[in-house]
């Protein structure tokens, strides 16, 4: 089950529900887009967290203190425009905590219409990075008119 929507944390009851639909035996993931402290969820719940980056014009909005309360199981996701928000997301992989790196799942996803895909997977492949190319393919898949039905 997972848990998303705009920014789920700004509901203040959006933690008990986490944990209850864990302690039920749910499997339960919570995308935030990473403005909120997430150190009160519980551990069990994999976490998503987005990271801004500066194309999107929201840098300012990043709670990076975040990046010192990840978990084995967590997630990271980077929507890269250009080689300006590459930069900057190769930084934030710098702050993670050592050893983390490697086992989180770290997601780079080329921004639509604005970066090719191939581009940034060459990018990913020169530097080496321990990153997963996600490509959101519902926009491949479907046209407009499409989505959400």
């Known amino acids: 089950m997972e848990i998303t929507g705009g920014e789920p944390l700004i509901q203040e009851e959006t933690p008990l529900l986490i944990s209850n639909l864990l ?32 194309g999107s014009g929201e840098v300012h909005r990043n709670f990076l203190e975040n990046l010192n309360e990840l978990h ?3 997630e990271l996701k980077f929507v890269i425009g250009g080689q300006n928000d590459y930069v900057y997301a190769k930084e934030i992989l710098n702050r993670i905590p050592e050893g983390l790196s490697e086992k989180i799942v770290i997601n780079f996803s080329p921004l639509w219409g604005m970066m090719e895909p191939a581009l940034l997977a060459d990018w990913i492949l020169n530097d080496r990075l321990t990153v997963r190319l ?7 898949i479907w046209p407009p008119g499409m989505r959400g039905v």
């Open 72 to 74: 084995d199981k967590d």
């Open 134 to 140: 996600n490509i959101q393919l519902q926009k491949i």
């Open 23 to 54: 302690d039920k035996g749910y499997r339960v993931l919570l995308e935030t887009n990473g403005s909120l402290d997430v150190s009160m969820i519980d551990r069990r719940c994999v976490r998503i967290i987005d990271i801004k980056l500066p």
